[in-house]
């Protein structure tokens, strides 16, 4: 007698199939979540041959710190975050050297000398919260926004949502959001 050594084979010609239709079933019902992030425009390039290393007098800087511990530092005293909105408003909108005939600051000594020279230096640790760092830019858009809705409604005379390219254009260079998140000297 002989004897085949023929060994029972698993038909996996339908493996393919339930494998695809898994992926296809996966993708579908699956969920991607949503990018999150900060919308910034990044400064433009230094021209070459020209000095962008210009310095800013200490008065036109507004420092904000976030340490380890998730604290907020507004010029080394800490506060909270909602009240960063505020203090930040008061230094842009602060008129030091009076050449800001739409601002309503009170020309304080420490404070911007005209939103255009204002600059919020703001640093974190690298152990800080990343949603306490967005909760504190969260507050200083807040802030820019509402001086921004300020102006247009006191000197544009206009809702915000109305403006003209021309009327954004002189909305930003009148409250342009200068934000450093490096040292500044």
Do not use: H, W
Request: glycine share 4%.
């Amino acid at each position: 007698m002989r004897r085949t050594k023929e060994r029972p084979e698993v038909n996996a010609g339908s493996m393919a199939d339930i494998a695809f239709l898994l992926l296809i079933f996966f993708l579908v019902t699956g969920v991607i979540p949503k990018d999150q992030g900060i919308y910034r425009k990044l400064p433009k390039e230094c021209p070459p041959g020209e000095d962008c290393n210009i310095p800013i007098p200490d008065r036109n800087i507004l420092k904000i710190a976030i340490n380890a511990k998730n604290e907020v530092m507004v010029e080394d005293a800490i506060v909270s975050v909602s009240e960063v909105k505020d203090l930040a408003k008061a230094f842009i909108d602060n008129n030091g050297d009076g050449s800001c005939t739409y601002c309503n600051g009170g020309k304080i000594e420490t404070a911007s000398d005209n939103p255009s020279k204002a600059v919020i230096s703001l640093r974190s640790d690298r152990n800080t919260n990343y949603n306490q760092f967005i909760e504190v830019q969260d507050e200083l858009t807040k802030a820019y926004f509402e001086l921004r809705k300020t102006y247009c409604e006191s000197i544009l005379k206009k809702p915000i949502d109305k403006l003209t390219e021309d009327e954004l254009q002189q909305l930003k260079n009148a409250y342009p959001f200068i934000l450093s998140e490096a040292e500044t000297r």
